[in-house]
């Protein structure tokens, strides 16, 4: 189960073909060349997350208006006015209908067509970004069913938010548009060649990210920071710049087309904070500052029970659901679930508001005097978005304690059950939404108690509420901070209070469990490189975790050698050694390592000593890069026969400089080596050179 | 020349006494409460940086204020009103000895006390970030000069901000409340021990770093990343977390004392945005970024004409002004120059305005009506910080041209002629001042042309010009936006005209020359890393630039041997070798490296085997951390005598895993393991593991 993932080679494999492409881009003026390419491509990057999130949103948002302008009018039509009798059960129907549908064909095409679609994307970016390959993850296909599928699950009225599909999306225009080639139109355009490697292509993924990042909330430095901590293993400032670029070039983006869609000119279309930006600078007193940290602690406690719940609910599902009709028809209970409750709510509780500074689009009267409307309905007929928006900037007195916190419950339990549907659907709404709900909560209750404090600004609770919830769930806070403080708009002397909240919630959140990503990511068994060496780790040497016996190659080996080897064991990287006596190469002398990438292809094009003459002309790095990234396994190699006997000389293909350590270096040591420098394999050495032991990612974690 | 610089150690020398150390930890919980310390330490560093900045803040406020409410009055009393005749001569004497008094004063100090802290402290703080050891750079004694010198120069009036200072004092706490002891007053408080290294060491200098930056622009998240561009090497989650963290507390420090000085309640100073906040977001259109991006090359020319002309500025005067006194008097004829200029231009420039929704604080009415002010007195009769923000935000028709024209091309000189000095004073603010001024200018003549074009607001016209003049001088692009975005409360759609133009600059001025601080470093000959392998050394292997052949001690060897060692020659590590024949010790196995620090301590303490079993109890890492960080000279070491012939085993003292490269590994790829593992010596072996170079920084860069 646990090999099911491989990692990507970050490290750059300075082989001799390398070299000599180096040296004629030095001839040529290729490497500027190459330069401005990259540059160009981030900025294409950076448009197209964009464009596409720009789509994704306007669709979202004219079907949800025409959605609830349909339920709003068909309420009005069936409620007799003023009698509190009225039949709800047509309006119920319709309601149900337009939530099942849509929920239906979004779960269905994530289940039969690209079950890697599922959830909210940021998790599998994470773990890409760490170094794990995840299959499918970055291919045409998927940014198509992702984003049909988060289209109606928003549509949908599902708990669940377009964030992390957006940040997915930008991540798969990244590896899209930089490799020039795409494996779902088996299209290859011939261009961007020379980003054909796992290095590159995860750098631009990062600048993807970040642009997806910015554009699904118009924050632009919270998008580079996002890539930043989840992501870049040492910081080299020239990727960071193109990064930062990718993502302001997005929000610019983001910023033209939904000012053009709005009709707004002078590029200050506020939608950019799709937050609500909020118009008077946030103050706080000294004395709330306390307040402020305890509703971090109730944020990292409610968080923390989220996460747990929510696994729990995972496993039951993947226990007792384990058909593909029946993950659908599992989506589309819940939206039925929400909707009932929902219904349930607008029906029982009786919360009318006169109209006039009516903070809701779909003011729906139903029960209440004819200049008045429903808000609990208000909180239900719209986009979860729009809610969170509604809670941070209706004025106080908007809504009822016991709608915010009947509210808060059902939205708690309903975004639970909702994460880890087989629907396209971030966390990242939801969350908010119930932190802003208890948060708003929390200020109006005080509020009740102690009417003359005037501080109690509920915006600004449900703000503190918001960030303290996510805090607990996603536990990310450096990002976090900064794109809370740009989707809203607050001042930077609201930051220390957004900060308390944040830590507050990340400290005990992480006292009981894990965030939800990191959660997701090990539930999968990714073999994610944590920050740090494993707590358990301190104190032992290579010795301790690496592997061995080392299966090693010759500098000069049989052909059918390396193809049994390739046939019979299933690992990445083989050490190539020389100075071996007979067949005893596991006690040769290291002097390089070669990938079973590499080997496949010397196989497939028999690139032989023996017949040297013939392709030794032609062979370049190119021919290496152009299998990239779809290696073909071992199993398509044809039996070597006649060639049986023949000479591999990988001097001229391996890797001549993997990195080394000793037997006796301490492990957090080894392990700040291989995060920093992005390695694959690690050789362990002895005093004399001779092979000691291989140390890959897995090792660090499950060892 | 080139050697009296050494590097900082940041990889962490892994050997028995601290393996001992560690399993000791591991068994008292230690490790937890290092943790919780460290964190205390990085908010006390945010705390005292703030309070330290403040201060500074409020003197330079106050006697400025006095200064220029004397002049202001001496003006009035001595003009006689409406009348041409006035008689300037009383008031030109006392603002001239109100202003080389203070700067005699401060260049005295700086000169005659503490030479280092002439400046801006951004370019030392830079060097130490990136691993060089700059003599005395964070004592306290430094902070204490640069404090008071950056005071008396400001208020004296040279044309110089206190940023760079404040950034350099956050350094200097930060590294002094870290270490727990203090050169300067010869105490040490036996707190924090376990700090003692300069691998955390640096780490709470990026953090002060960072709380200084945070501390004089209000910008926390602009204090984080400038510390990362300028500094780190890799990224560590934590460690970025602690210094975020530093920074915000610094802001809210500052927060809380300056809104208590000017009497604001409710923690929303806006005093933070210290250039002054934008009150309506900024709007633009899109034919205006072509315009943006002409102002952005224009700044990137005059930012590379202002480089090269201070350089030679500073190159003629470190060849004809050697002496002492001659800088302090230096220092003072600029300031009598800048006076003069000033006097000049409010004399000959007759540019009255209507007093009423007055801009400035201190309206002098010279040769004005009663109801009038000078407009040309207002620009000088403050601090150049305080122009600044009344470039950016007076109203449109506060100026006219040719004031503006001839106070640009006066402030241009000055600003050059002063950087370089031997007063501390940073380059920050002079250089926006500048490009304010062109760039409300340049408004202001197109809205002369075009008197229809109402985009043409010159607040924001000062803003793109203050950018890209600073993006050309300074060529801090990342760090540079974020902080000019938070110190005017910009709102993120404004980010991308700033990026434009400061990336514009940056590019035109990469063309012609160095930004800044990068050349002051360049001229003091201080051995910095570059981000990116210098291009000449493409293609190049480790053979190209290491020495050899290398010093070399055996794993066992003679008092006598070493102690030659270290009188002979003054490098500061050596590989630690084995299996030598006789005394061919440069062909030895390598088996490690060990540090002249840690050679002299074992003299000096006299670790020799033959007494071993009277030291081998109380020896831990903490004999060599007490020594930290000023170790003896060898010449400190009597000579040897009768221990003659002892015998030194290494093998616990010295660092058992070096990181070692091979001769054929291209420079490219070592330089990057060098730069991301914060290395200082990198050993270069062979296949048998025996050494055949050794590669320390400098050859990164001079060879
Ligand atoms: N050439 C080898 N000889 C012997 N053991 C190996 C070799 N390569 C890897 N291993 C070990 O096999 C286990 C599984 O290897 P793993 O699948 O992680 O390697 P890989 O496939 O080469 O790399 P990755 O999966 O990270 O892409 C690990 O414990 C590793 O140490
Ligand atoms: N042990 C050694 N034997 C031979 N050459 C050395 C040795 N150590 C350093 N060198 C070389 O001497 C030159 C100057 O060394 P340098 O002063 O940079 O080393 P260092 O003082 O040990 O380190 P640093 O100055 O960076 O703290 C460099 O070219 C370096 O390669
Ligand atoms: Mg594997
Ligand atoms: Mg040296």
């Not at 690209?114 to 390959?133: D, F, H, M, R, W």
């Not at 196989?603 to 779809?630: A, G, M």
């Amino acid at each position: 189960e646990q090999t099911q993932y491989e990692s990507l080679d970050y490290d750059v494999c300075e082989n001799k073909l390398f070299q000599d492409e180096q040296l004629s881009r030095l001839r040529d003026r290729f490497s500027l060349r190459t330069h401005i390419i990259r540059w160009i491509i981030f900025i294409l990057i950076g448009i197209i997350t964009a464009v596409i999130a720009c789509t994704i949103d306007i669709v979202i948002e004219e079907l949800s208006e025409l959605k609830y302008n349909f339920l709003k009018s068909s309420v009005d039509d069936n409620v007799t006015v003023n009698k509190s009798g009225g039949d709800l059960a047509l309006p119920y129907l319709w309601w149900l209908l337009l939530s099942a549908v849509p929920v239906a064909i979004g779960a269905g095409m994530v289940t039969y067509i690209e079950p890697i679609t599922a959830g909210s994307g940021i998790p599998q970016v994470k773990s890409y970004l760490n170094g794990v390959k995840i299959p499918r993850i970055v291919r045409v296909k998927t940014l198509a069913v992702k984003s049909i599928g988060v289209i109606t699950s928003v549509v949908g009225g599902l708990a669940g938010g377009k964030e992390g599909p957006m940040i997915h999306a930008g991540a798969v225009v990244a590896a899209g548009i930089s490799q020039g080639k795409s494996t779902t139109f088996v299209k290859d355009f011939h261009i961007f060649k020379a980003f054909r490697d796992d290095h590159e292509k995860r750098d631009f993924v990062l600048g993807g990210a970040a642009a997806g990042v910015s554009a699904a909330f118009g924050a632009p430095i919270g998008g580079m920071l996002f890539s930043l901590e989840e992501a870049a293993s040492f910081w080299n400032q020239n990727l960071i710049w193109r990064t930062l670029i990718a993502s302001i070039i997005s929000s610019f983006t983001l910023n033209i087309v939904l000012s053009a869609y709005h009709g707004v000119s002078g590029l200050t279309f506020t939608g950019l904070f799709n937050l609500g930006k909020f118009d008077h600078p946030l103050t706080f007193e000294y004395f709330e500052l306390p307040l402020f940290m305890l509703l971090g602690v109730m944020g990292g406690l409610m968080g923390a029970a989220w996460n747990f719940l929510n696994t729990q609910i995972n496993k039951f599902r993947s226990r007792f659901v384990p058909w593909r009709a029946g993950k659908v028809c599992e989506a589309v209970l819940v939206a039925i679930l929400g909707v009932t409750l929902a219904c349930a709510m607008i029906y029982y509780i009786n919360d009318c508001r006169p109209l006039g500074n009516d903070p809701t689009i779909h003011p729906v009267q139903l029960f209440c005097e004819d200049n008045e409307y429903n808000a609990v309905a208000a909180l239900w007929f719209q986009t979860p978005e729009a809610t969170v928006r509604a809670l941070f900037h209706d004025p106080p007195g908007s809504h009822k304690i016991l709608t915010l916190a009947v509210f808060t419950i059902v939205y708690y339990l309903l975004s639970c059950s909702t994460f880890g549907l087989n629907v396209s659907l971030g966390v990242f709404i939801p969350t908010a939404l119930v932190g802003a709900a208890w948060g708003r909560l929390v200020a109006m209750l005080l509020f009740y108690m102690f009417p003359e404090a005037q501080f109690l600004h509920p915006g600004k609770y449900a703000l503190i509420g918001a960030a303290a919830n996510l805090g607990g769930v996603l536990r990310m806070t450096i990002s976090l901070s900064v794109i809370l403080m740009e989707t809203t708009g607050v001042e930077t002397s609201f930051f220390f209070p957004l900060i308390i909240a944040l830590i507050s919630a990340k400290w005990v959140g992480d006292y009981f469990n894990d965030g939800i990503y990191d959660t997701v990511i090990e539930v999968n068994h990714v073999p994610m490189l944590p920050w740090e060496p494993l707590p358990q780790y301190k104190g032992l040497t290579a010795q301790a975790i690496l592997s061995k016996p080392v299966v090693c190659i010759k500098l000069r080996d049989r052909a059918h050698y390396i193809y049994e080897v390739l046939h019979k064991c299933n690992h990445n990287g083989f050490p190539v050694v020389d100075d071996v006596e007979g067949d005893r190469r596991s006690e040769g002398r290291v002097c390089g390592i070669i990938l079973r990438s590499q080997l496949i292809v010397i196989l497939l094009k028999s690139l032989y000593v023996e017949n040297q003459r013939f392709w030794q002309q032609e062979t370049t790095i190119q021919t290496f890069r152009d299998v990239y990234p779809r290696y073909p396994s071992i199993q398509s190699v044809k039996p070597l026969d006649r060639k049986f006997n023949y000479t591999v000389d990988l001097s001229m293909f391996m890797n001549p400089s993997p990195v080394r350590v000793n037997t006796y270096d301490s492990v957090p040591r080894i392990f700040n080596i291989f995060r920093a420098l992005g390695l694959r394999h690690l050789l362990v050495i002895n005093n004399e050179n001779r092979i000691e032991g291989i140390i890959t990612r897995r090792d660090f974690i499950y060892k």
